[in-house]
């Protein structure tokens, strides 16, 4: 992935939002990209989801939710918003005592509509177990392409969640989340279900649990994530889709071009 030639308006995070979500492991970014440049976006991946929806049926998790890889390796526009200085920027002062980021994955994911052929809930879950990185200093921006009402299935977290570390992973049995293992996590605040518009994020911390139900609405809930983790860690050789076959060394840092380490503003 090159350095990319259309440059993303991206706004710098406020204190208050660092705050919250050191505190509370997420947090709401409002009219985090410029609004032209998110509608182009929604073109894009609209384009590209003609091509390969439906395509997203043989997991737990795609029947929660369909998801294409990568999408910055194959587009210009989200590759230089995955890719942004000032995104970077904003990714180190939210996170504690890091430095610079490496870009680990993009996603554009599509939550259809509830029914025979749709998804159902995305269960509550973390996202850092799955990993083969050393240390947890990792989040996931969550950017609405398009206005998304709060039954579209908006992402849910429990407040704090955070803290108490790797809680193990969900999407491997029927039937089975976080609460489901860890029935304690039902005693911690639940952030309340809230409307975004095109152009608003969420930011989560890779130990925080989070979920969605299922969408109401008719129409598909489509979003952009980016995940940044500390250019710091060390790969640590456990088994991982993205990283099998990449001849990293274990002990040592992700040195790769899947895995850039983005410049600062």
Do not use: C
């Not at 350095?3 to 709401?28: K, M, N, S």
């Not at 029947?63 to 970077?88: C, K, M, N, V, W």
């Not at 969408?215 to 990283?243: C, H, I, K, V």
């Amino acid at each position: 992935m090159g350095v990319p030639v259309l440059q993303a308006p991206v706004r710098t995070v406020t204190d208050d939002e660092i705050a919250h979500f050191r505190a509370r492991g997420w947090a709401r970014l409002p009219g985090l990209v410029g609004a032209d440049f998110v509608a182009d976006l929604r073109e894009r991946a609209l384009e590209r989801l003609a091509e390969r929806r439906r395509g997203f049926r043989n997991s737990f998790v795609d029947q929660a939710f369909g998801q294409d890889r990568d999408i910055a390796r194959h587009d210009e526009a989200f590759a230089a918003l995955s890719l942004s200085p000032t995104l970077a920027h904003n990714v180190t002062r939210l996170l504690v005592g890091v430095d610079a980021v490496r870009l680990q994955v993009t996603n554009l994911l599509v939550k259809e509509p509830a029914g025979d052929d749709g998804h159902g809930a995305t269960v509550f879950h973390q996202d850092f177990p799955w990993m083969p990185m050393d240390r947890a200093s990792m989040l996931t921006v969550w950017l609405a392409l398009a206005d998304m009402p709060a039954d579209m299935g908006a992402l849910r977290f429990y407040e704090r969640s955070h803290v108490y570390g790797p809680l193990g992973r969900s999407f491997v049995r029927e039937d089975d989340d976080a609460l489901s293992q860890h029935p304690w996590l039902a005693d911690l605040p639940l952030s309340e279900p809230a409307d975004l518009a095109a152009g608003d994020a969420t930011v989560h911390h890779s130990l925080v649990i989070h979920g969605a139900p299922a969408n109401r609405r008719e129409q598909p809930r489509l979003s952009f994530t980016a995940t940044y983790f500390d250019a710091a860690a060390l790969y640590t050789g456990a088994p991982y889709g993205q990283t099998d076959d990449l001849g990293l060394t274990v002990n040592g840092p992700f040195e790769h071009p899947l895995f850039p380490v983005v410049p600062v503003a």
